[in-house]
């Protein structure tokens, strides 16, 4: 990962234009976090707005994956946690969803 102040620039810039789409267009905000995740993979803040991008367009399965990568990458993530066990629940998974809230709560 190229980490001059010029890249990290691009990429602040990149995701606060992507979280900034969020409220509006969530799509275009999870095709905005795509791209950063191709050019920065396991960017956990790049991640953790993939989920909730796809959650908005109801892609609960995307949501979820990009919530488990989260957390892998940032263990400390007490809200991706939070919603990593809402999806879960939501998906039929109570076993998965309750351990992801006591996550949620050590975190």
Not at 12 to 23: S, T
Not at 51 to 66: L, T, V, W, Y
């Amino acid at each position: 990962m190229n980490t001059t102040p010029e890249a990290t620039g691009t990429l602040e810039v990149a995701m606060g234009h992507a979280a900034r789409l969020l409220a509006t267009q969530p799509a275009l905000a999870a095709e905005q976090a795509r791209e950063i995740l191709k050019v920065v993979p396991n960017h956990a803040p790049a991640e953790f707005l993939l989920a909730r991008a796809s959650a908005r367009i109801g892609r609960g399965d995307e949501a979820i994956a990009a919530l488990r990568r989260t957390v892998a990458l940032q263990p400390d993530h007490p809200e991706a946690w939070r919603l990593l066990g809402d999806h879960l629940r939501a998906s039929g998974d109570a076993a998965g969803a309750d351990a992801a809230y006591l996550r949620h709560v050590k975190a």
